[in-house]
Structures are given as structure tokens and as C-alpha cells.
């Protein structure tokens, strides 16, 4: 068996799967903002975006795939050969069964868009809120396609926990006071020119955030279905991942009229923007790890609870009051992770017999 990877001494799982809730918690209100900030006219193109993502990411991924592949070369001194290494790399990244990853890699690059249509038409809280559903789609695809087996128990706490989270934040959407103070920075940032109206279409935004947590669960069980079932380096599925994202990434990018050159693709990118991709970039990364090490139901649970946390966050920093249906729907989160990490044949009693009921 291989020995569990740590980083500055501590689980890799756990500590990708915190990375990941600090992450999530940031994403979704940075993502929201550098959106509706801002006039039409000077709004960067969510297509550049989802292709810069992409570029960025796969550049991370190869630059540590060749220093792993080096490292282990170094260690094999008779090979010795400064290219090497590198042509090695490339010949595990073109290898016979690459093409699996182009299946997750364009869902990837739908789920991405369709995340930018969400978030323009949709307030943060009700974007979180709807988008919790692919815990239940993830799980789903879980069983499906990993033939993972959920007991009805667990699967009564996935259940508990996409509850739990909607009551949260539908509290959060009614305290919006922070949210208010960022809109008034940025207004302010455009003296001149009267504050910006945007407009929101709430149906357009239901939708895309359906069709985003299908292809979020398929896409990351599909993701860990190729990993979990090969000798294959994280890092060089990742490039795999993004090197097949390219192609249906570009297409929009072609149709965007006011895109011509390489360096229209930054056009408009400005500091929100530039936090927006980071971000993303960041995410991508860690959720691959996190697919690795943990799993995507794990994944779920994590970024539950980062939502819990970082509504704390807001009590603590803007003095958000703590109202029932926070104690509520934390509480809902807290025991459904409990719950679901119960040891099999060891769920409480009284649990078993209303489920199985
Ligand atoms: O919401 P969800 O957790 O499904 O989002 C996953 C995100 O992580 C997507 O934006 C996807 O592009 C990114 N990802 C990645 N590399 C992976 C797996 C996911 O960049 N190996």
C-alpha cells in the first residue's frame, strides 16, 4: 500500500479539503461581483476567462509533472540525459489512453460557463443555495458510475446536509449587510459615471445552475473514475484535462465579436476579474487533489461547511447577528456530517429503524 502523502507534516487530505472551503467561500462572492460591478460595455468576456483558466491551470500541472518526472529521473542516474525528463513527460501526457479525460474535461468547460450565467443572474446566497444540489447529484454519479454503496443512511445525511445548507444561507440572503458595503466600494469607484443597474434573470440563472450540478457530479466522478483506475500522475491527468478543455474552450472565444487577438483575450480584465480567475485557477488545483486524496462526497462536506464558516467569518468581521435558522441549518450540517461519517453497522438506532422504515 503507498504511504499517505503529507505536506509541512499534516494529511494531505485534510489539509486539501480545508484549502478547498477557504477557496469555496471566497469564490462565489469574488466570482459574483466582478460580474455585476460593472457596465455591459466594460465587462470582461466570461469566455476569455474559462480558456485563460484552462491555459493557466494546464501550465501549473505541467510545470510539477516535470519536476516529479526530474526528481524521479534523478534517482535513476544512469538515464541520465537533460532532456529527458522531458520527453518522458510528454509521453505520458500523449499516452494511449489520454482521450479518457476529454469526457470530464468538456463537461469541465460547459460546467465553468454556465457557472458565469449563474452567478450574473442570480443573488450570491440563492447561487450557493441551488448550486448545493450536486451533493445529491454528485452521489448519485457516485453510485452509478464508482459503484460506491451508500446505506440509507448515508444517504439520508447528504440529504440533511443540502437542507442544512439552504437554511443557512437563505438566512444569509436576508442579512445582506456586507454584501451592501462591497457594492458601495465598488460604486465608488466609478464616481463619474451614474452607480450601474444590473440586471438579473433569475429563470436564466435557475437553469444554468441545474445544468452546472449535473455536469459537476458527473465531470467529478468521471474525473475520479480515470484517476482512481490507472498508475497515472495527478499532474499529468491534469494537463490531459486542460489540454482537451483547449478546443471547445476556444470555440466561444472565436464567436465573441470583440475578441481578435491573443491580447483581446484580457480585455477588461481588471483587478475583480484578475482575484476571479486566481481563484478559480486555485480551486481547480486543489479540487484535483482533493478528488485524489479524498473523494467528491468528502468534497461535498467540506464545502458545506466552509459555507457555515464563513458565515461565522461574517459574525465575527461585520457583526452578523447569529438568528435562529443559522443555529438551525448549522447544526442540520453539523450532524449530517457526523451522521454520515458513522462507521457502518454502528449508525444510532433509533436513525436506522426511521430510515429503513
Ligand atoms: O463545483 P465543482 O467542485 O464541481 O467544480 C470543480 C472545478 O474544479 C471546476 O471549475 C473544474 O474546472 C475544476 N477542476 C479542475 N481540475 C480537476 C478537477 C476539477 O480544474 N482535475
Redo the contacts with the bound molecule.
Sequence with gaps: TEVEPTIFGLPLKYVSLVTLAVQNAAMSIVMHYSRVSIPPSEAYSPASAVLL?EML?GSISFVIALWRVSTLESRRPLTGNMFSPFRQLLREIFSPDCWKLSI?ALL?VV??SL?FVAVSNLPVATFQVT?QM?ILTTAAFSVVLLRKRLSPMKWASLFFLAIGVAIVQIQTSTSAEPVRQVEQVVGSAHDSAPRYMHVMSPLKGFGAVTAACFT?GL??VY?EMVLKGSKADLWV??VQ?SLFSLLPAFIPVLYTPTTHTFHDLFKNFGGWAWATLLI?VF???V??VV?KYSDNIL?GFA?SLSIVLSFLASVILFHFSITPSFVVGSSTVLAATWLYNQPAGQEPALFVNVVNS
Design positions: 483558466n491551470k470530464p469541465y460546467q465553468n457557472q448550486y450536486k459537476s465531470a467529478g474525473f491527468r491534469n484535462l478559480q480551486g481547480g488545483l479540487t484535483a478528488i468534497k464545502t
